[in-house]
C-alpha cells in the first residue's frame, strides 16, 4: 500500500526566513503533486512533478522531485505572511492512473 | 469555466439518517475522486471513478458508505445509518490529465 509522509506536520516561521518540506513517498511512482488549503477552503493545486529531477518554481516556492530516492521538497523562501495555510503532497499510485494518495499535510504559519 | 461544485455545502444530520452528498465534476472531465478530510486532518481517499471502469473503492470505510456516478458525470456518496465519526468534510475532484481539480467541499456534522 503506497504511504506517503510528510514532515514536518506543523510549521511555525518568521518572515523572511527560508525553509523546506519534505514529502516522502513507499512505492514506485513518477507523479507528484504539491496543493495548497487555506483554512475553511478547497484544494488549490501548485505544482505538478512529472518526471525525476523536474523542478518547478513559482514565486517564493519551488518543488522539486527525485523519484530514486522517493523524494520531494517544496522550499520556501524569504516567507510572508500569505504564504500560512496547509500544504499537501500527493502521489499517483499508477503512474498516469491519476489514483492519488495524501500526506498528512504541512500546517505553515508565517509569522511577522 | 465552472469549477467542481458540491451540494449541500453543510449538513447536520442526526445519528442513524442517511445523507446524500453530491458532486458535479468539471465538464468533460473523467476521472472523479471522494476524499474526507477530518477537522485538521489530512484527506482520507475514499472512492475513485475513471471512465467506464469499475471504481476503485479500496478507500471506503465501512459498508455504510458508497457512491455512484452516472452517466460519468455527476457522483453520489451515500453514508448509511450516519455515527459521529463520520462527521468531516467530504471533498470531491475530477481531472482529465494530471491535475485534480477540488470542490469546496460538504461539511457534515452527526449529532
Known amino acids: 500500500e503506497l504511504k506517503v509522509e510528510q514532515n514536518p506536520l506543523f510549521l511555525s516561521m518568521q518572515e523572511g526566513k527560508n525553509y523546506t518540506i519534505y514529502c516522502n513517498y513507499s512505492?514506485?511512482?513518477?507523479?507528484l503533486y504539491w496543493y495548497r488549503q487555506d483554512p475553511g477552503k478547497s484544494l488549490e493545486s501548485l505544482f505538478v512533478?512529472?518526471?525525476?529531477?523536474a523542478v518547478k518554481q513559482e514565486g517564493r516556492l519551488m518543488a522539486s522531485l527525485d523519484t530514486k530516492a522517493r523524494l520531494s521538497t517544496l522550499h520556501i523562501t524569504a516567507a510572508v505572511h500569505d504564504l500560512s495555510a496547509t500544504y499537501f503532497c500527493?502521489?499517483?499510485?499508477?503512474?498516469?492512473?491519476?489514483?492519488?494518495?495524501f500526506g498528512a499535510g504541512t500546517r505553515l504559519t508565517v509569522k511577522p | 469555466g465552472a469549477g467542481v461544485s458540491q451540494s449541500p455545502s453543510n449538513k447536520v444530520t442526526e445519528k442513524g439518517k442517511d445523507v446524500e452528498l453530491r458532486c458535479d465534476p468539471i465538464?468533460?472531465?473523467?476521472?472523479l475522486y471522494w476524499y474526507r478530510q477530518s477537522l485538521g486532518q489530512g484527506l482520507e481517499f475514499l472512492i475513485y471513478?475513471?471512465?467506464?471502469?469499475?471504481?476503485?473503492k479500496s478507500g471506503l470505510p465501512s459498508d455504510r458508505f458508497s457512491a455512484e456516478r452516472t452517466g460519468g458525470s455527476v457522483s453520489t456518496l451515500t453514508i448509511q445509518r450516519t455515527q459521529q465519526e463520520d462527521s468531516a468534510v467530504y471533498l470531491c475532484?475530477?481531472?482529465?490529465?494530471?491535475?485534480?481539480?477540488f470542490g469546496p467541499g460538504t461539511r457534515l456534522t452527526v449529532l
Open positions: 471513478f475513471q471512465g467506464n471502469s469499475a471504481p476503485d
Open positions: 465538464s468533460g472531465h473523467t476521472a
Open positions: 512533478l512529472l518526471s525525476n529531477g
Open positions: 512505492t514506485t511512482s513518477d507523479r
Open positions: 475532484a475530477s481531472s482529465s490529465l494530471d491535475t485534480q481539480y
Open positions: 500527493a502521489v499517483d499510485t499508477v503512474q498516469g492512473d491519476n489514483d492519488m494518495r
